[in-house]
């Protein structure tokens, strides 16, 4: 097996939950460092920006850069900039992913005959003026997209739903059904995150939390999958699961161990 040179780690429900950093995973992180091991955070919540992740992790104790990371809708963003330069798009989605947007130079519009594209995403504000402009819009023709696929998001004391549910209101209500999404588990989140490493994906590993986003992207791409049980699935869940890791770790805090393992064979 070729030894592992990167890691990309998922945030929410591996790194930390809520405001809370998971036991051990600023010393494992520091450790990985330190071997000279690359490392990118990986999220698909489109809620904050990629510097508002580092600053967050660096609060925690986790220096970082917001170079050092990459969400679901700078994903987005930055391949529509290159499929249509300066297209009309309507997001359902809060602020930075508005913000994301306007800095790839995509046009944000609201007017159903004009929309190209439409985005669903994680949103808390999600309300029936945004459901009726998309609906108006996908029904006219417009392309439709999502940042992320989550079914829930992971937060102190339980979940809460994620985009999904935007999706499925779309569809339900259009006939419509999504196009594209960019986020975990699809090849454009394991291609922008492969060139920022600039490492080939059997070199590579992903640590996550989730089975159907994680470890699905992980096994479908060539790279290592590593399962952490600090989230939403439990070991039980392991035994009715399409998706199999490639290993299962407690938390994030028994990372080194397993990386001296790997890079041993």
Known sequence: MTAIAGYLLDLDGTVYVGERLIPGADRAIAHLRELGRKVLFVSNKPLSSRRDYAEKLSSLGIPAHEDEVINSSYV??????????????????????????????????????????VIAAFDRTFDYRKLDIAFQALRRGAHFYATNPDRTCPVEGGEIPDAAAVIAALEATTGRKLEKTFGKPSRFMVEAALSILGLPADQC??????????MKMAKENGLLAILTLTGVTHRRDLASSPVQPDHVIEGIGDLPRLDRELNMR
């Open 205 to 214: 590993a992903m640590v996550g939390d989730r089975l159907e986003t994680d």
């Open 76 to 117: 987005l963003a930055q391949h529509l900039s290159r499929e249509a330069p300066g297209a009309k798009v309507f997001a359902i989605g809060e602020l930075p992913l508005l913000v994301e947007l306007c800095r790839a130079d995509l046009d944000l519009c609201e007017n159903p005959e004009k929309i190209e594209y």
